[in-house]
């Protein structure tokens, strides 16, 4: 005889491996929830990562965040594994990638999501990397800025949403 327990798919129930019961019952809703965090991801690379060649020949990302930050790089390390190092001395955290497995899972997730600013998760994830939002009290008017060292991709930024390109001459870049 079967008990009177059922579970919904609005359950808050989550088996081992933190999957809600949505997911094991909607492999196509995980592939979504997948594809944006890819794109979120391919946004946080443009902001404040790189993929690097070694003179060896060993490849690697690496994505270098303030403190206040850690929480998206051990996301990230969750999802495909590598290491999140303080910088000595300094208010930063690094993270790399760099076994094989990993790395190719990461770029195959991420492969032609980078540098394509119409993608809104893509901005999401590039926007924390470098963006900020201020409020001036005086006049009631928000500014919601991006800066970064090439210029562009706010160039593309603002072919799409409008706005001006400012030059930060002391740092060498642009916002």
Known sequence: MLSGCAISASSNLKPRGGKGVEGLLNPAAERA???????????????????????????????????????????????????????????????????????????????????NPIRILQLAGFFDSDGSIYLNDQSGQIFITASQKNRFILDALVELYGGQIYAMVKVGAFK
Request: one cysteine or more; aromatic letters at 10%; hydrophobic letters at 40%.
């Open 33 to 115: 929830q997948q594809v944006k965090f890819n794109e979120w991801l391919a946004g946080v690379i443009d902001g404040d990562g790189c993929f690097q060649l070694s003179k060896k020949g060993y490849a690697s990302l690496e994505i270098v965040t303030q403190l206040r930050d850690r929480r998206l790089l051990y996301l990230i390390k969750q999802k495909y594994g590598g290491a999140v190092k303080l910088y000595a001395g300094d208010n930063y955290l690094r993270y790399r990638l760099h076994h094989k497995a990993g790395l190719l899972n990461l770029i195959k997730g991420v492969n032609g999501l980078i540098r």
